[in-house]
Structures are given as C-alpha cells and as structure tokens.
C-alpha cells in the first residue's frame, strides 16, 4: 500500500466516490438501499465537512461529519474501498472527524455488521444503544442499529 493522505473532500472527487461506494455497495451491502442519485446521497442533510483518504492520488475512502435535527454530530457516510481494507483509511477518517468535532461524536451501524462493529470497537468506540433504524431498508423495514460514542481521549483510535 502506498502513502495514505486525508484531504478534505473536493466535488471533483464524487464520480471516484461513486464508484468505490458501488463496489462497497456490491461487497458488503451498504448503503441498505443504493441510492437513486448517489452523488447527491454523499451530503446528507445537516453535513458540516467531509473528507476522502487518498492512496497514491487514488480516493478510497470516505467519511463525513454531520449534524442531526438536535444539534447531534454524527460520523456518516464512511466507507472504505474493499481493495484496501486494512490500509488504515477509514481509521484516519475517523480520526479527523474526531479532531475536527472534539468530545460527544456519535455514529451508527447496522446491528448485523460485524465487521464494522468490531473495527470501532477495537478503536475504542463506547456502545451506548441498540435501537430501530430512522431509515427504512430495502423491505421497508427499520433495522436494529447500534450506536457509538467517540473515545474520551480524543482521538479516534482508541486501540488497545
């Protein structure tokens, strides 16, 4: 793997973006439902900065800060192209969103996501919830999601 940069997110990035958010889609199921403009699914409402992690010049990652209708920041749309899992991308994301808000961050995952559970677990990532999704899936349904508080320490990376 190539040297990994974090640079915030240019909307000349989004057509690359799109593209690893399919083969993300493909593998693992996420988003729930692709969506129809998937472009414009990249700034939820409420986003306050996002950001791409680079190998080589190549974007592979993403991840964004958000408020929500509270005044809540949330980590949204993260994700990793399969082909460099384990690069360190979507932790340096995490990273710079936790520096970027300080104390109080949150995010949700799918209850069933092992994979993603058990990566924000070893970075130190607190359960505080077990809920019903706000969102539907493909079936119309709200799944069961945990949500997760950023480490105390202020950094993302919380590993033991």
Do not use: C
């Amino acid at each position: 793997m190539h040297e990994l940069t974090v640079r915030p997110r240019r909307a000349a990035d989004l057509p690359a973006l799109v593209e690893v958010l399919r083969a993300v889609h493909t593998q693992d199921g996420y988003p729930t439902v692709w969506p129809l403009d998937p472009a414009a699914w990249l700034d939820p409402p409420g986003l306050l900065r996002a950001w791409v992690a680079e190998a080589s010049g190549v974007v592979v990652a993403h991840g964004a800060l958000k408020d929500d209708v509270d005044g809540v920041r949330w980590v949204s749309r993260l994700f990793t192209d399969p082909a460099v899992r384990g690069s360190g991308a979507a932790g340096a994301l995490l990273d710079v969103a936790v520096a970027a808000n300080g104390p109080g961050l949150l995010l949700d995952v799918v209850d069933d996501a092992s994979g993603a559970i058990g990566f924000y677990e070893r970075r130190g990532w607190r359960l505080l919830e077990r809920r019903a999704a706000t969102w539907r899936d493909a079936r119309g349904g709200s799944p069961l999601v945990r949500v997760y508080t950023a480490p105390v320490s202020g950094r993302g990376s919380g590993r033991p």
